[in-house]
């Protein structure tokens, strides 16, 4: 896939994927990063996030297993808010009745979103764990047991989640491979929005993979494709993982510095439970994270780069940032070797953040003319 395909699209669910990978120009070269770093920026999406591949996937398999059928079925979800907008969208253009269950801390305009998909919104407290009958995991199945036709497609334990990565990453593949060194892309991209840029040197692959971990999907499903034989069995995956969260291994890498709470606002990522979605194996080393690092850096790429993306974005971006410049336990800093490829997963949008305190940080004041 280079460059995007002319025709009609069927539907909006049509315009889920085929998301453009984009090169950094400022933030890592103002630490004399050399490798070139790219992001896949999933807010191009229908429904403005990583999470609307996984939906339409889930959803689209269950009716061809007859599990679910449009007008009878209802989709119940618990979840961080995206997957919950991606389902809420391909309910809204299949027909399902929908019912998003997702804990108070996501933020308002995601519950926004999913009210005006005509979802029906659900709140459960940001403290219960997971096995808590008042989480959102918990209170989801119970609300599947009272309702009748009632489907849960559950993308901590469906295997769709991983697998509609297998696409993600095929997509980034393709990119990659679509540009030598110095030379630009090999066919002319048709639009200029996937116009990949040429680059000055490229070892033809994508040698490091950095994503935000939440059901583990996304970093899973992407890392297992690329890892295959035809494209990089020698991959390196970096998860990032929030401080407060317990996803990361060493298990040591979890435990709280005196006085740290463990509470962390950055929404999608980080867990108290391990998902069946997440296979640690893909994963090389994990980092964590800070909130502070995580909004800075979101607001850096917003910023000097133009990319309209979320938190958990900037979070990625902190780890990575960190990774490149002084490598980790074991392991180089891949940040100087040139022509290396790494891709980091931006998974929203900033639409999903606009009140936040720390999207408006730093802005100017509007002026008003009387
Ligand atoms: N960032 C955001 C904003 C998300 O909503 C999610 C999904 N929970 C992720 C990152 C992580 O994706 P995954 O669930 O595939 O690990």
Redesign the pocket.
Known sequence: MVGRQPGILNDALGAVGNTPLIRLNKIPQQFGIQCNVLVKCEYFNAGG???DRIAARMLDEAEQQGLVTPGKTVIIEPT????GVGLALACAVKGYRCIIVLPEKMSAEKVATLKALGAEVIRTPTEAAWDDPRSNIMTARRLAEETENAYILD?YNNPN?PLAHRVTAQEIIDDVTAVSANQGPLTPASSPRHHVTNLNSSSGKVDVLV?????????SGIATRLREDDHNPDLFVLGVDPIGSTLAVPASLNELENGESGAYKI???GYDFDPKS?DKQQVSAWIKTRDEESFDYARQLIRMEGLLC???SGAALAGAMRFLKEGGEGYDAFGSQQGKNVVIIL??SLR?YITKPWLIEGTKEEQHIA
């Open positions: 996030s990583v999470k961080s808010g995206n997957t993308q989640n994503a935000g971990v939440g059901t583990g999907g996304t970093v929404e999608g990522i997440l979320g938190g958990s998974p929203d999903n």
